[in-house]
């Protein structure tokens, strides 16, 4: 299970609206398990299909992730028109190896929001998420 704060779960779907119609990319980041920042990142791709997070901004935010001592829980993107489920690209490009992913399905301009971690051979495990 994941757990996330309300104000970053809302932030992380806000973000996701505001990029519509291209995918939004980020990270969520906390201690003890619960996701209590959120750091959006600029989806240098531009693409309703795909999303590669702007590098300096990704490596920015890592660094504050571990100056203040928290821990990278998720990451997350947009699918616009698809459902909140791992792409087979989803599961290709799995950055973090086995960091969450969490995918905000805006299909029909509703939020439908899926928790997964994709293990080493592509596996998809699906998680709960708890909002505080």
């Not at 300096?56 to 001592?69: P, T």
């Not at 698809?82 to 087979?88: A, D, G, L, R």
């Not at 899926?114 to 505080?132: K, P, T, Y």
Request: glycine share 6%; net charge negative; charged share 30%.
């Amino acid at each position: 299970m994941v757990r996330i704060a309300r104000a970053v779960f809302h932030g992380m779907l806000d973000h996701a609206k505001e990029e519509w119609p291209i995918e939004c990319c980020g990270l969520l980041a906390g201690r003890d398990g619960i996701a209590t920042r959120i750091y959006p990142l600029e989806n240098q791709d531009r693409s309703r299909t795909s999303y590669l997070a702007a590098p300096e901004q990704e490596a920015e935010a890592l660094r504050e992730i571990e100056d203040l001592g928290l821990d990278l829980l998720a990451v997350y993107h947009s699918h616009p028109d698809t459902e909140s489920y791992p792409s087979s690209v989803d599961v290709e490009k799995r950055f973090f190896g086995e960091v969450l992913c969490l995918i905000i399905s805006l299909r029909d301009r509703t939020c439908r929001v899926g928790a997964f971690r994709i293990a080493g051979r592509g596996e998809i495990i699906e998680e709960r998420i708890e909002i505080l």
